[in-house]
């Protein structure tokens, strides 16, 4: 003998299909968060300037170099709410293109990773920045030829840079920087004078 549910029976069971439909979109959403994440925010940049020999301490050489800079900024390690803004730190990874205009040597080549600070607007169209590390490279030295040239093609750089970043358009930065330098062979060579450089950088960067 067949038995025809109860309305109790059928009420719990409608209620059930309609949670099950409310829920639907809930989930498909969370889905679609799941299947879209944040974009990565790699940042490709491009940094020229002009560096003028500064300082007492290493060569006594009047040296000019023209830094052409490019970078691979990889997506932010830590981000924190500061200042109205947020301090960002991420690190950065250079090829070093610098002919020498004014020196015994023509060129200076080579690689370069730095720690990089940032503070970032609300809406991060002005970005403030410092970074500062080290690599090595090499160039034609000249100081066997010429006192006050450096010792050996082989060279260590330590940098500082820091400046400002202005995004003019989406994914496209302006940047207006601060770059010290310093090259030598840390006694790797009886002859080493070194470089100290310092002048001003104008870059310009896009992310993806």
Request: aromatic share 12%; proline share 7%.
């Amino acid at each position: 003998m067949s038995r025809t549910p109860g309305r109790s029976t059928l009420l719990k069971a409608g209620g059930f299909l309609l949670g099950a439909l409310a829920a639907m979109p809930a989930v498909c959403a969370e889905t679609a968060a799941t299947a879209s994440p944040e974009p990565l925010r790699y940042e490709w940049d491009y940094t020229a300037g002009i560096l003028w020999k500064v300082g007492d301490g290493a060569t006594p050489l009047p040296y000019v170099v023209v830094p052409q800079i490019i970078s691979l900024k990889i997506p932010p390690i830590t981000e924190r709410p500061w200042a109205g803004g947020t301090l960002v730190l991420r690190s950065r990874f250079s090829l070093l293109l610098e002919p020498i205009v004014r020196g015994p040597e023509h060129y200076y080549v080579g690689l370069a990773a730095a720690g990089e600070l940032e503070w970032r607007s609300p809406a991060e169209w002005f970005t403030g920045f410092f970074a500062s590390g080290g690599g090595f490279g090499w160039m034609d030295s000249k100081g066997y030829q010429i006192a006050g040239g450096q010792g050996q093609d082989f060279n260590l750089n330590w940098l500082i840079h820091s400046g400002v970043r202005y995004r003019t358009r989406r994914d496209w930065i302006w940047s207006l920087g601060l770059y010290f330098q310093h090259i030598s062979n840390k006694g790797m060579d009886k002859v080493n004078p070194g470089l100290n450089a310092l002048g001003p950088t104008l870059g310009l960067s896009r992310r993806f």
